[in-house]
């Protein structure tokens, strides 16, 4: 009775609730990458990224390494690869928008 109770109360509050905003809340915000960066900071950046990030996309990005090839140079499995490359891209594009707002670019929402 109690999940028959919850399951329905759930069932409820999602027809409140347009499913457009339900996505909306759920979607965590991934800002784009400030287009007019120079080389050196991106590599400032970069430079402060964890080591256990920093490595696999300096591979994948920089050396054009396959995920197969990063694991095994790593020494480590492919899903953490793609893992690490996921959250060091996400940390690094972070990194560049808070700079690029500190230094006075102009960031909007399409990343121009």
Known sequence: MFNVHYSNQRKDRLHLVPVEETIAETMA??????????????????????????????????????????????????????????RGRKILRTELVNYARESGYKISSLGE
């Open 29 to 86: 915000y991934d800002p784009p990458t400030p287009q007019r960066l120079t080389e050196k900071e991106v590599l400032v950046a970069l430079e402060r990224l964890p080591r256990d990030f920093q490595i696999p996309i300096v591979l994948s990005d920089v050396e054009e390494l396959s995920y197969r090839e990063i694991a095994d140079v790593m020494e480590i499995p492919i899903g953490t690869v793609m893992s690490r490359l996921h």
